[in-house]
């Protein structure tokens, strides 16, 4: 499976990006899926997660500003960022997982594959 994310740049606060995660190869394979982001001199952080049956769950800091949603038949995962505010910035990044991990979303170990990771900067 790779794992290709796309769609960060440079915005104002309160405005708004959608970054995409293609994913190619076995990517039937995949259970989960997961957007985390860093920033600069902070720990990985979970932001968004889709599960296999298309739930959804949020990080607290994002919680009514962002969307995490699916295109199947594009093998693509999007997160719909809104209402962006300057500490949103940092490097994005999506993960996949093949197995069911529900009680261990948050541990990047958990995930059997990553994108390279798209930069997003909200100036202020």
């Known amino acids: 499976v790779q794992l290709q994310a796309s769609g960060g740049g440079l915005v104002q606060a309160g405005e708004s990006l959608r970054l995409s995660c293609v994913a190619s190869?076995?990517?039937?394979?995949?259970?989960?899926m997961s957007w985390f982001r860093q920033a600069p001199g902070k720990q990985r952080e979970l932001v968004a997660t889709i599960f296999t049956g298309g739930s959804t769950t949020y990080g607290n800091s994002v919680k009514g500003r962002f969307t995490i949603s699916r295109d199947k038949s594009k093998n693509t995962v999007y997160l719909q960022m809104n209402s962006l505010k300057p500490e949103d910035t940092a490097v994005y990044y999506c993960?996949?997982?093949?197995?069911?991990?529900?009680?261990?979303?948050?541990?990047?170990?958990?995930?059997?594959?990553w994108g390279q990771g798209t930069l997003v900067t909200v100036s202020s």
């Open positions: 190869g076995s990517s039937f394979s995949i259970n989960t």
């Open positions: 993960a996949a997982s093949l197995r069911s991990i529900t009680s261990s979303i948050r541990f990047p170990s958990s995930y059997d594959y």
